[in-house]
Structure formats: structure tokens, C-alpha cells
């Protein structure tokens, strides 16, 4: 069936909102989407019928049980990966603070390629330490001392591997071209060697849209032996998942960034996971998913997450591709679609009806005197995430007049700081930045240029 935008729309009862007498665009996506009916009352059931904490020999916490199971097993589908490597968190950022200072750890796992422990003792340690242990002790010694972040990506996977300075790490950062605002894969190949015991790096740049070739980059990581730690975050809400093709040790997403609530979801491979010697209680699981899950988990923020994957597998089973042009294989059409398969569909339906609105906007953009596009040109993998600039016009007061109009868009630099510094974009207060999501419109992107127009 053909994508129904209104069917979708349907479904979200926020974007009924009206500002100023004018219908609101939520063109704001990249910094968290609406939520569908299904996702608030997934999480108003809960907290009515099955609030407790995990764990109890009683109904309500025997529901939470389940309904906790239930969602690692949908999220698992949405991951491509296996319920016990998927677990909860806050959000992104708290997961990869915890990951972050869990690889610090002096007994680490296991390295990717290589076979040797990470880190190792070092070469130099006197009387039984380990260089660089504590703060400001300088650069550890021993063989994978050595972090590769990116230009490129969100201060949630750059400043948790920055502050593993203090305990002695090298930090190296790669760089993008400038142009087509996209990891230099050779700067990047050439920043890893014997020495590097992680490589973060983001899988979609949520400032200008980018998609990196996470799979080639993690062969490349994987080749020099570090393990790897992916920022699904952007691009969790503009395609398929599939930790197990990218082949990645660890890949973190927000289910707030796909139609669900405020929830970090972190996938760790089973083999490097079991080993990751996580800051927990020692009251608290060391089993796989709740090694990294410290804490009353946010229940309620579960039950919806559950809801938002069954949406996407929805919107699959309704306006999905099958056979050929899904490239997935199993049921051709007629045939009953398993939830993975609805969730995959779902996802390219969606980026199917969004690149095509996202080309029409860049191309209109572009042709408004004082507009700058940036990201990368037509050829390149990119979400429908389009970021630009006006001559004239501070991006600040760019978004505030649009959000005068109901016509909701972010500026600044989205936590995304180091983009904005090598593309010198601080004159201008940084990037206007539109996002489309499944729910908006032809109609709504007509509303943004006109505005953007009228303000050149
Ligand atoms: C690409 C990217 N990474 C990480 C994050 C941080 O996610 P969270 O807010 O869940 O910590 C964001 C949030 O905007 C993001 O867009």
C-alpha cells in the first residue's frame, strides 16, 4: 500500500497543536520526535496495572518482569541483535559515561582482532602500578592507551572518551572534509594502529545528516584490534539497524529519537559485553543485559519503547516494501512478516517517503539568495536532516521567527560543538537545522521555505 502520511499523522495526537493561530511543524525530529497514542498509553497502562519495582514474588512486579522482557525482546528486533545484549539506561549519553569508564578499567575485555587484554599492564609501571592510574599521571604506557573519536560526532561519544584523559589515555580525533562534512576514512584508517584500545565514532551526524560507513569503518578498527562504540542516536530514527551486519561491539540509541520516551538503549555483543567490567553494585547482576544497568530502571519509559518499536513495525506492515526491494530476505508478498522484518520494512518506508521531501528542500534552500546548505552533496548517504545558514540572519533569530509561525526548528550546534568549530559556523550562531520525520508534510516544508524566503 501506498505510504499515507495522514494515517501516520493520525496517530500522534501532538501534532494537533496550534502557535499563534498556526498549525505547528514539528520539523524538530533530531532533537526527539512526537509520540504515537499507542506509546503514552503502552506507558499510562503500566503505571495503572503493573507498577512495581523488579524482581517480586507478587502480580504487579511479575507484570513489570514481563513487560521489561517483552521490550528488550522488541528492541532486540529493532537492533537486529539478541534480547540478553540489549539493556536500559537513562539516556545515551549516562550509557556511554558508564561504558566509557568501564573500558578504562584496568581489567578490561578481551580486544577485538588481536586476542590481547585491554589495557594491558604497562611496559614501564613501577612497584606494581600501572602508568597514567589516577588523575594527571600522565599518558598510560601501556600497549592500547590510545582513544579515536571523530570531527564529526556528538559530545556524547566525544567527552566521555575526553575525560579518560585524566586516567592517562591519548585521545586522537579524525577529520572530516570539510566539504562533504564526512569522516575522512583514510585520516581515520590512519589514526588507528597497535596502540588503539577504542574507536567511537557516530553512525549519522544528527547536525548535518551525514551517514558514515560504519561497516568499513569498524573493519578498519576491528583490523587494527580496538573494539568499537557507534552513536546510533541520529540514525536510529532514519533506517535499519543491524548490529550484527555492521558487526560493531557496541551501539547506543534513545528511544525518544523514534517515537518513544526518554530512554538510552545500549547494545553490547554478547562476547565483549559478558567481560565489560562495569562500575554496579555488588548486590546488583553481573549477568548480561543488567551488567551496565545500575539501578530502578524507568519502567514506564520501557513499556513505551516496546510500543514505539511495535509502531515503526506497523508502518511496515502497512506501507512496507517486500521481496527485491526491501533486501531482505524470507516472505515474499502474502506472506506473514515476522516483527524484525515489519520493523526493517517500516524503517525504509519511512526513509522512502522522507528523501524525497529532504532533496525538494535542499534544492529550494539553495536557490534562496543568503542560504548555505551544508552536509553532504547529492551521491552521499545522508537522513533527511538539513542543516543551512542565511547571510543575513543569526540562526537563533532564523528559528525564532519560524517558531513565531508554529514551524518548529533547532539552531546552534545540537551538542555536535566540534562540527560547528571546523566549519567556522560560530558567526552565525552555528546551524539552522531542519529534520523531517515520517509525520511531516509537503505541505509543512512549503510553510518553512516560504518563511525562510520572506526572511532573505
Ligand atoms: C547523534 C546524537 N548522539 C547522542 C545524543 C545524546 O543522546 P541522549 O540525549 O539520549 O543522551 C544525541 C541527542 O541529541 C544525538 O543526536
Given at each position: 500500500m501506498k505510504y499515507d502520511v495522514n494515517y501516520i499523522r493520525r496517530q500522534f495526537p501532538a501534532l494537533s497543536l496550534k502557535v499563534n493561530g498556526y498549525p505547528a511543524a514539528f520539523l524538530d525530529g533530531p532533537g526527539g520526535t512526537q509520540v504515537p497514542r499507542r506509546v503514552i498509553d503502552a506507558m499510562v497502562n503500566y503505571l495503572l496495572t503493573a507498577n512495581a519495582n523488579a524482581g517480586g514474588p507478587f502480580l504487579t512486579s511479575q507484570e513489570s518482569d514481563r513487560i521489561i522482557g517483552e521490550s528488550r525482546l522488541a528492541l532486540a528486533d529493532f537492533l537486529g541483535a539478541d534480547p540478553e545484549e540489549v539493556s536500559f539506561g537513562q539516556?545515551?549519553?549516562?550509557?556511554?559515561?558508564?561504558?566509557?569508564?568501564?573500558?578504562?578499567?584496568?581489567?578490561?575485555?578481551?580486544?577485538?582482532?588481536?586476542?590481547?587484554?585491554?589495557?594491558?599492564?604497562?611496559?614501564?609501571?613501577?612497584?606494581?602500578?600501572?602508568?597514567?592510574?589516577?588523575?594527571?599521571?600522565?599518558?598510560?604506557?601501556?600497549?592500547?592507551?590510545?582513544?579515536?573519536?571523530?570531527q564529526l560526532d556528538h559530545e556524547a561519544n566525544r567527552g566521555p572518551w575526553e575525560d579518560l584523559q585524566a586516567?592517562?589515555?591519548?585521545?586522537?580525533?579524525?577529520?572530516?572534509?570539510?566539504?562533504?562534512?564526512?569522516v575522512d576514512l583514510k585520516d581515520f584508517?590512519?589514526?588507528?594502529?597497535?596502540?588503539?584500545?577504542?574507536?567511537a565514532f557516530g553512525y549519522a551526524a544528527n547536525s548535518v545528516g551525514t551517514v558514515s560507513d560504519v561497516k568499513e569503518m569498524t573493519r578498519l578498527a576491528h583490523q587494527a584490534g580496538a573494539l568499537t562504540v557507534v552513536d546510533?542516536?541520529?540514525?536510529?530514527?532514519?533506517?535499519?539497524?543491524?548490529?550484527?551486519?555492521?558487526?560493531?561491539?557496541?551501539?547506543?540509541?534513545?528511544?525518544?529519537?523514534?517515537?518513544?520516551?526518554?530512554?538510552?538503549?545500549?547494545?553490547?555483543?554478547?562476547?565483549?559485553?559478558?567481560?565489560?567490567p562495569t562500575y554496579r553494585l555488588k548486590v546488583q547482576s553481573a549477568e548480561i543485559p543488567h551488567r551496565i544497568e545500575t539501578g530502578t530502571l524507568n519502567h514506564e519509559g520501557i513499556a513505551g519503547a516496546r510500543e514505539a518499536v511495535e509502531f515503526i513495525a506497523d508502518v511496515g506492515e502497512r506501507f512496507g516494501f517486500r521481496g527485491e526491494k526491501?533486501?531482505?530476505?524470507?516472505?515474499?508478498?502474502?506472506?506473514?512478516?515476522?516483527?524484525?522484518?515489519?520493523?526493517?520494512?517500516?524503517?525504509?518506508?519511512?526513509?522512502?517517503?522522507?528523501?524525497p521531501l529532504a532533496d525538494y528542500l535542499r534544492a529550494e534552500l539553495a536557490a534562496i539568495r543568503g542560504v548555505k546548505i551544508y552536509g553532504p552533496p547529492k551521491g552521499y548517504r545522508r537522513t533527511s536532516t538539513v542543516s543551512f545558514t542565511m547571510e543575513k540572519l543569526p540562526s537563533g533569530k532564523v528559528s525564532a521567527a519560524l517558531g513565531e509561525k508554529g514551524i518548529f526548528v533547532w539552531h546552534g550546534h545540537f551538542y555536535a560543538s566540534r562540527l560547528i568549530e571546523v566549519l567556522e559556523l560560530e558567526r552565525y550562531g552555528g546551524l539552522v537545522r531542519v529534520g523531517l520525520s515520517p509525520y511531516n508534510t509537503a505541505e509543512e516544508v512549503e510553510r518553512l521555505l516560504q518563511e525562510v524566503r520572506r526572511l532573505s
Open positions: 539516556n545515551t549519553t549516562t550509557l556511554m559515561f558508564s561504558l566509557a569508564l568501564a573500558l578504562a578499567r584496568e581489567d578490561g575485555v578481551q580486544g577485538a582482532g588481536q586476542g590481547d587484554r585491554h589495557p594491558v599492564p604497562s611496559a614501564g609501571a613501577k612497584d606494581g602500578q600501572r602508568a597514567g592510574q589516577g588523575a594527571g599521571q600522565g599518558t598510560r604506557q601501556g600497549r592500547r592507551n590510545e582513544i579515536l573519536v571523530t586516567l592517562g589515555f591519548v585521545v586522537k580525533e579524525a577529520r572530516i572534509d570539510p566539504e562533504t562534512c564526512s584508517e590512519a589514526k588507528l594502529s597497535e596502540k588503539t584500545r577504542v574507536a546510533a542516536v541520529h540514525y536510529a530514527l532514519h533506517g535499519p539497524l543491524d548490529v550484527k551486519d555492521l558487526g560493531v561491539d557496541f551501539l547506543l540509541c534513545s528511544a525518544y529519537k523514534f517515537f518513544g520516551p526518554h530512554l538510552g538503549i545500549f547494545y553490547g555483543k554478547k562476547t565483549v559485553y559478558e567481560e565489560l526491501s533486501g531482505m530476505e524470507g516472505p515474499g508478498p502474502g506472506e506473514p512478516l515476522s516483527r524484525r522484518q515489519k520493523v526493517v520494512a517500516g524503517m525504509q518506508a519511512m526513509e522512502a517517503y522522507e528523501q
